[in-house]
T-cell receptor, first 114, second 117 residues
Protein backbone atom coordinates (compact mmCIF):
# COMPACT_ATOMS: atom_id res chain seq x y z
CA UNK A 1 0.00 0.00 0.00
CA UNK A 2 1.36 3.39 -1.02
CA UNK A 3 2.17 5.71 1.85
CA UNK A 4 3.27 9.32 1.58
CA UNK A 5 5.19 11.04 4.36
CA UNK A 6 6.04 14.70 4.73
CA UNK A 7 8.66 15.88 7.17
CA UNK A 8 8.69 18.17 9.03
CA UNK A 9 5.04 18.59 9.96
CA UNK A 10 5.67 22.28 10.61
CA UNK A 11 8.38 24.73 9.67
CA UNK A 12 8.96 28.36 10.64
CA UNK A 13 11.47 30.53 8.80
CA UNK A 14 12.33 34.22 8.52
CA UNK A 15 11.35 36.11 5.41
CA UNK A 16 13.84 35.89 2.56
CA UNK A 17 15.15 32.47 3.44
CA UNK A 18 15.36 29.70 0.86
CA UNK A 19 13.74 26.51 2.08
CA UNK A 20 13.09 22.90 1.13
CA UNK A 21 10.04 20.81 1.91
CA UNK A 22 10.36 17.05 1.75
CA UNK A 23 8.03 14.31 0.57
CA UNK A 24 8.72 10.59 0.52
CA UNK A 25 6.64 7.72 -0.84
CA UNK A 26 6.98 3.99 -0.32
CA UNK A 27 6.15 2.66 -3.80
CA UNK A 28 8.04 4.02 -6.80
CA UNK A 29 5.36 2.83 -9.23
CA UNK A 30 3.75 6.22 -9.81
CA UNK A 31 2.48 8.16 -12.79
CA UNK A 32 3.22 11.52 -11.30
CA UNK A 33 3.60 13.55 -8.14
CA UNK A 34 1.77 16.76 -7.41
CA UNK A 35 2.43 19.54 -4.92
CA UNK A 36 -0.49 21.50 -3.51
CA UNK A 37 -0.87 24.53 -1.32
CA UNK A 38 -3.70 24.84 1.20
CA UNK A 39 -4.54 28.09 2.93
CA UNK A 40 -6.54 28.02 6.19
CA UNK A 41 -10.21 27.42 5.50
CA UNK A 42 -9.59 27.06 1.79
CA UNK A 43 -9.29 24.29 -0.74
CA UNK A 44 -6.13 22.96 -2.31
CA UNK A 45 -4.36 24.81 -5.08
CA UNK A 46 -2.18 22.83 -7.44
CA UNK A 47 1.36 24.22 -7.58
CA UNK A 48 3.38 21.81 -9.65
CA UNK A 49 2.87 18.41 -11.25
CA UNK A 50 5.86 16.23 -12.15
CA UNK A 51 5.33 13.30 -14.48
CA UNK A 52 7.23 10.11 -13.60
CA UNK A 53 9.54 10.61 -16.58
CA UNK A 54 10.53 14.09 -15.42
CA UNK A 55 13.11 15.11 -12.85
CA UNK A 56 11.88 18.57 -11.97
CA UNK A 57 9.38 21.32 -12.64
CA UNK A 58 9.67 25.04 -12.02
CA UNK A 59 7.14 27.79 -11.55
CA UNK A 60 8.38 31.18 -10.47
CA UNK A 61 10.13 30.86 -7.11
CA UNK A 62 9.09 27.22 -6.79
CA UNK A 63 11.07 24.24 -7.97
CA UNK A 64 9.97 20.66 -7.43
CA UNK A 65 12.23 17.67 -7.99
CA UNK A 66 11.42 14.00 -8.24
CA UNK A 67 13.68 11.01 -7.60
CA UNK A 68 11.35 8.13 -8.28
CA UNK A 69 13.87 5.40 -7.57
CA UNK A 70 14.50 6.64 -4.06
CA UNK A 71 10.87 7.59 -3.49
CA UNK A 72 11.55 11.24 -2.79
CA UNK A 73 10.46 14.66 -3.90
CA UNK A 74 11.42 18.10 -2.71
CA UNK A 75 9.75 21.46 -3.09
CA UNK A 76 12.24 24.31 -3.07
CA UNK A 77 10.94 27.80 -2.32
CA UNK A 78 13.34 30.63 -3.07
CA UNK A 79 13.33 33.94 -1.22
CA UNK A 80 10.37 33.04 0.96
CA UNK A 81 7.69 35.67 1.69
CA UNK A 82 5.01 35.92 4.39
CA UNK A 83 2.46 35.21 1.67
CA UNK A 84 3.99 31.77 1.24
CA UNK A 85 2.67 30.81 4.67
CA UNK A 86 0.33 27.86 4.14
CA UNK A 87 0.22 24.09 4.38
CA UNK A 88 1.96 22.30 1.53
CA UNK A 89 0.83 18.81 0.56
CA UNK A 90 2.30 16.36 -1.84
CA UNK A 91 0.35 13.58 -3.53
CA UNK A 92 1.30 10.69 -5.79
CA UNK A 93 -0.76 9.03 -8.49
CA UNK A 94 0.00 5.30 -8.27
CA UNK A 95 0.14 3.08 -11.34
CA UNK A 96 -1.61 0.29 -9.45
CA UNK A 97 -5.22 0.44 -8.38
CA UNK A 98 -6.19 3.43 -10.46
CA UNK A 99 -3.90 6.33 -11.31
CA UNK A 100 -6.72 8.73 -10.55
CA UNK A 101 -6.60 7.84 -6.87
CA UNK A 102 -4.16 10.32 -5.41
CA UNK A 103 -2.45 9.38 -2.16
CA UNK A 104 -1.71 12.41 -0.04
CA UNK A 105 0.80 13.20 2.64
CA UNK A 106 -0.43 15.03 5.73
CA UNK A 107 1.39 18.18 4.76
CA UNK A 108 3.98 20.59 6.07
CA UNK A 109 2.67 23.75 7.68
CA UNK A 110 4.96 26.59 6.66
CA UNK A 111 5.13 29.92 8.49
CA UNK A 112 7.25 32.70 7.01
CA UNK A 113 7.86 35.42 9.56
CA UNK A 114 8.28 39.03 8.41
CA UNK B 1 -14.19 29.52 -15.41
CA UNK B 2 -15.40 29.82 -11.81
CA UNK B 3 -13.56 26.71 -10.71
CA UNK B 4 -15.09 23.90 -8.70
CA UNK B 5 -18.09 25.14 -6.73
CA UNK B 6 -19.25 23.56 -3.49
CA UNK B 7 -22.23 24.28 -1.30
CA UNK B 8 -22.85 24.85 1.46
CA UNK B 9 -19.51 26.17 2.73
CA UNK B 10 -20.44 25.40 6.31
CA UNK B 11 -22.98 22.97 7.70
CA UNK B 12 -23.87 22.41 11.33
CA UNK B 13 -26.35 19.68 12.06
CA UNK B 14 -27.44 17.38 14.82
CA UNK B 15 -26.64 13.72 15.05
CA UNK B 16 -29.11 11.62 13.11
CA UNK B 17 -29.97 14.26 10.56
CA UNK B 18 -29.45 13.85 6.83
CA UNK B 19 -26.73 15.96 5.25
CA UNK B 20 -26.34 16.68 1.54
CA UNK B 21 -23.23 18.28 0.12
CA UNK B 22 -23.18 19.62 -3.42
CA UNK B 23 -20.53 20.07 -6.06
CA UNK B 24 -20.33 21.61 -9.51
CA UNK B 25 -17.15 20.56 -11.34
CA UNK B 26 -15.26 22.60 -13.87
CA UNK B 27 -16.98 22.43 -17.23
CA UNK B 28 -15.41 19.87 -19.53
CA UNK B 29 -13.73 17.86 -16.79
CA UNK B 30 -14.45 14.16 -17.00
CA UNK B 31 -13.44 13.13 -13.50
CA UNK B 32 -15.01 14.14 -10.21
CA UNK B 33 -13.65 13.26 -6.78
CA UNK B 34 -14.99 13.50 -3.24
CA UNK B 35 -12.45 13.76 -0.40
CA UNK B 36 -12.66 14.08 3.34
CA UNK B 37 -10.04 15.87 5.42
CA UNK B 38 -9.51 15.47 9.16
CA UNK B 39 -6.61 16.29 11.42
CA UNK B 40 -6.14 12.66 12.34
CA UNK B 41 -6.32 11.03 8.94
CA UNK B 42 -5.43 13.84 6.55
CA UNK B 43 -7.01 13.89 3.11
CA UNK B 44 -8.81 10.70 2.08
CA UNK B 45 -10.47 9.86 -1.20
CA UNK B 46 -14.06 8.73 -0.69
CA UNK B 47 -15.31 8.11 -4.23
CA UNK B 48 -14.67 9.23 -7.78
CA UNK B 49 -16.64 9.36 -11.00
CA UNK B 50 -15.65 9.22 -14.65
CA UNK B 51 -18.19 10.60 -17.11
CA UNK B 52 -20.84 10.56 -14.36
CA UNK B 53 -20.25 6.87 -13.58
CA UNK B 54 -18.93 5.87 -10.13
CA UNK B 55 -15.60 4.14 -10.64
CA UNK B 56 -14.32 3.45 -7.16
CA UNK B 57 -16.21 3.91 -3.90
CA UNK B 58 -13.87 1.86 -1.75
CA UNK B 59 -13.09 4.90 0.35
CA UNK B 60 -16.68 5.45 1.42
CA UNK B 61 -16.57 4.71 5.14
CA UNK B 62 -20.02 3.23 5.66
CA UNK B 63 -23.36 2.62 4.04
CA UNK B 64 -24.49 5.86 5.61
CA UNK B 65 -22.52 7.61 2.87
CA UNK B 66 -23.74 7.77 -0.70
CA UNK B 67 -22.79 9.84 -3.74
CA UNK B 68 -24.48 10.53 -7.04
CA UNK B 69 -23.65 12.33 -10.24
CA UNK B 70 -26.85 12.73 -12.25
CA UNK B 71 -25.17 14.81 -14.93
CA UNK B 72 -21.79 16.22 -15.91
CA UNK B 73 -22.29 19.43 -13.98
CA UNK B 74 -23.56 18.26 -10.61
CA UNK B 75 -22.76 15.78 -7.87
CA UNK B 76 -23.99 15.18 -4.34
CA UNK B 77 -22.54 13.46 -1.30
CA UNK B 78 -25.15 12.42 1.21
CA UNK B 79 -24.74 11.23 4.78
CA UNK B 80 -27.75 9.64 6.41
CA UNK B 81 -27.91 9.49 9.36
CA UNK B 82 -25.03 11.75 10.30
CA UNK B 83 -22.83 11.10 13.33
CA UNK B 84 -20.38 13.34 15.25
CA UNK B 85 -17.42 11.39 13.83
CA UNK B 86 -18.43 12.54 10.37
CA UNK B 87 -17.35 16.06 11.28
CA UNK B 88 -14.67 17.03 8.77
CA UNK B 89 -14.03 19.18 5.73
CA UNK B 90 -15.35 17.59 2.56
CA UNK B 91 -13.72 18.54 -0.71
CA UNK B 92 -14.84 18.02 -4.26
CA UNK B 93 -12.27 18.04 -7.07
CA UNK B 94 -12.41 17.63 -10.82
CA UNK B 95 -9.87 16.68 -13.45
CA UNK B 96 -9.77 16.63 -17.24
CA UNK B 97 -9.21 13.44 -19.17
CA UNK B 98 -6.05 13.27 -21.22
CA UNK B 99 -5.87 11.38 -24.45
CA UNK B 100 -2.81 9.47 -23.33
CA UNK B 101 -4.59 8.24 -20.23
CA UNK B 102 -1.94 9.78 -18.06
CA UNK B 103 -3.46 11.19 -14.93
CA UNK B 104 -3.93 14.91 -14.98
CA UNK B 105 -3.89 17.42 -12.19
CA UNK B 106 -6.89 17.83 -9.95
CA UNK B 107 -8.63 21.10 -9.20
CA UNK B 108 -10.20 21.43 -5.79
CA UNK B 109 -13.24 23.29 -4.57
CA UNK B 110 -13.17 25.37 -1.36
CA UNK B 111 -14.67 22.57 0.71
CA UNK B 112 -17.65 22.17 3.02
CA UNK B 113 -16.92 22.24 6.72
CA UNK B 114 -19.36 19.83 8.36
CA UNK B 115 -19.99 19.80 12.08
CA UNK B 116 -22.27 17.15 13.51
CA UNK B 117 -23.31 17.83 17.09
Amino acid sequence: KQEVTQIPAALSVPEGENLVLNCSFTDSAIYNLQWFRQDPGKGLTSLLLIQSSQREQTSGRLNASLDKSSGRSTLYIAASQPGDSATYLCAVAPTQGGSEKLVFGKGTKLTVNP
Amino acid sequence: DAGVIQSPRHEVTEMGQEVTLRCKPISGHDYLFWYRQTMMRGLELLIYFNNNVPIDDSGMPEDRFSAKMPNASFSTLKIQPSEPRDSAVYFCASSPLTGTGVFNEQFFGPGTRLTVL
